[in-house]
């Protein structure tokens, strides 16, 4: 099996589906004709220019560049994160939490994975690095997002009780203990939903995408299941450390329900 | 001195207030709403960030940890928050049983109200419940924000009567807010009022 190139024609071929699309939108008076072709148009620039990005990276294992790469990807996921919060933590926090919690779960089981299982080397060619961060960063920072949205929110809505508990002589950890559990564990439900329906729903993107390169399906099966342990167990890394710094920022050190430090 | 002193405490609407109650004096509090009264009660309790001091029987507030101090200066809320299914489960572990059922009928419910959910409890029932689990934790210093606000007569004078009883029996200072000009002069004790941020003797 080789992999089978694609010219500017058969993109343009593929191309031409979203412009019908758009021409469909347009007739049926949907409205949503001019964000479909800016998000054409923004896809195909934006991965043209990472493609383009990647083959300079990956021609030259240059740790400054791969650095200043994984630190552009590390910003924007927690950017990502930040406008996903309806009740953000103010000033660098509400950054700060994300990018914290990002950087120790998706980084920490990205080496793990380079270093000990796939045994790369040196560990930072970026053929393998760059991907599987991007992988990492993606998912985890959706549980992030999630979890940390679940628990400001909750706390907000229940300041009540939270404050009630308080003054019953109740710990800022035993006051805020039923909203950290719910607020973790929605994080995690997308990723293990994920793991159980793979396969029989859809074949998972990695998967799809390798088979379609030429990768014996087998050989693709088990990068996938590798792809999706790591970015469980990143993604539970990551949901816990923001779950724990994000609740205790609620409270101050005379342990009183701080809202004014969210926006 | 055993009892309940403030020191220069200032919340974000009254600036530098110093008060004193004796173990088992009785202050009733009043003035407009939006004076700052409730918020004066949450700054003892340390549930928002002030200036100032506390001192509790000679304790200051800063020697001890938060929840320690919560539950000995018991705020009681004017509107009362529940986060389990039924009453019992917000009792705190240690209550023994004599004490409870006692306070319970003081209340007007028998020990079978530790099953009732929480849905189930109308606004004056709740109140009368959240000052038995607030009495519960033994406060030596009560804050009550209209305690009586949504009572019947009936009710009324048994939270009344459990108030009087309990700053007796433990020689509690009882800082009460109160909208009640008849409650202030049945119960007798010092009354105070908040004017222009400031804290004045009632005439």
Redesign the interface.
């Known amino acids: 099996m080789s992999l089978i190139y694609l010219s500017a024609w058969d993109l343009a071929l593929a191309s031409g589906l979203v412009l019908l699309l758009a021409a469909l939108s347009w007739r049926l008076h949907l409205g949503v004709e001019r964000q479909v072709l800016i998000a054409a148009l923004r896809s195909t620039v934006q991965l043209m220019l990472i493609g383009l990005v990647l083959k300079q990276l990956f021609a030259q294992t240059h740790l400054t560049l791969i650095g200043l790469m994984v630190l552009i990807m590390l910003s924007v996921a927690s950017w990502e994160v930040r406008n996903r919060q309806k009740r953000r933590y103010t000033g660098m926090w509400g950054y700060g939490i994300g990018a914290l919690s990002l950087f120790v779960s998706s980084f920490s089981v990205t080496l793990l994975a380079l270093m000990i299982i796939i045994r790369v080397n040196p560990w930072y060619q970026p053929q393998y690095l760059i991907p599987l961060l991007g992988m990492m960063l993606g998912n985890t920072m959706s549980g992030v997002a999630i979890a940390l949205d679940h628990l400001t929110r909750q706390a907000w809505e229940a300041r009540g009780c939270i404050e009630a508990r308080l003054l019953l002589g109740a710990t800022w950890e035993e006051a805020i203990t039923g909203i950290r559990r719910d607020a973790l564990r929605s994080g995690l439900i997308p990723i293990v939903n994920a793991m159980a329906a793979a396969g029989l729903v859809s074949l998972p993107g990695m998967m799809t995408g390798q088979i379609l390169a030429g990768s014996p399906p087998l050989e693709a099966a088990k990068y996938q299941l590798l792809i999706m342990f790591l970015i469980s167990a990143g993604t539970g890394l990551g949901t816990v450390a923001a779950v724990w710094i994000g609740s205790r920022r609620l409270f101050d050190e005379r342990q009183r329900l701080r809202l004014d430090r969210l926006v | 001195m055993a009892g309940l002193r403030l020191e220069g405490l200032s919340t974000a609407l009254l600036r530098d207030i110093h008060l004193t109650l004796a173990a088992g004096e009785r202050l009733f509090l009043s003035g407009a709403s939006g004076s700052g009264k409730s918020l004066l009660l949450r700054a003892i ?5 002030h200036h100032g001091e506390v001192w509790l029987d000679d304790i200051p507030r800063s020697r001890l940890p ?3 101090w ?2 000995r200066v ?2 009681l ?1 004017s ?5 389990a299914k039924t009453v019992g489960e ?1 009792w ?1 572990a240690s209550t023994t049983h004599l004490k409870l059922e006692r306070l319970l009928s003081m209340l007007g419910f028998d020990t079978g109200v530790r099953d009732w959910p929480i849905t189930r409890l109308s606004t004056g029932e709740r109140q009368r419940l959240a000052l038995a ?2 009495l519960l ?1 033994q406060p030596q210093a009560l804050l009550l924000d209209e305690a009586t606000a949504h009572l019947d007569p009936v009710n009324r004078s048994r939270v009344e009567t459990v108030l009087e009883d309990y700053g007796n029996a433990y020689s509690a200072a009882l800082l009460w807010v109160s909208h009640d000009p008849e409650q202030r002069a049945r119960l007798g004790g010092r009354r105070l009022v908040i004017r222009k941020s400031r804290l004045e003797p009632e005439t």
């Open positions: 309790a340390d549930l928002d960030p938060p929840p320690e919560r539950r018991g705020l809320p509107e009362s928050h529940w986060w917000h705190p689990r607030l934790n």
